[in-house]
């Protein structure tokens, strides 16, 4: 299955219900969405071994923000769900930093999202 496949499918398993805090505002449905998209995108993806969680610290309007998305260890592409959120901007890439996410299974939110979408691949 293709990447963009799977993005597209992840998307699809988001809802406003999953969001916590300021991020239960949008200005993009996409918006503030970026960690569980991406990690229920890595649980799901085939070859998940070959991708590194990265995330971006930085102050926006409503202040600290963060941003989450997956880079391929060996050629450095990018897989961010979220990205659409940012339009014609670069979301913060620059910033990223290689890290883990705050559990090793899918969390509860990760988990419906995958179970929205019909479970693993």
Sequence with gaps: MKY?????????GLSPDLLKGRWKVQTHPLEGHCYIATEALFHI??????????VAS????????THWWL??????????????QYGDKIPPYHLGKGTGFLTKLPSKRAQIIIS??????
């Design 71 to 84: 880079v391929n260890r060996t050629t450095g592409k990018i897989l961010d769900p979220t990205r659409e």
């Design 116 to 121: 929205n979408i019909g479970g693993y691949v």
């Design 58 to 65: 930085y102050n926006d309007e409503g202040g600290k923000a």
């Design 4 to 12: 963009t496949t799977l993005i597209k499918k992840v998307q699809r």
């Design 45 to 54: 993806l085939p070859d998940k071994e070959n991708w590194k969680p990265m």
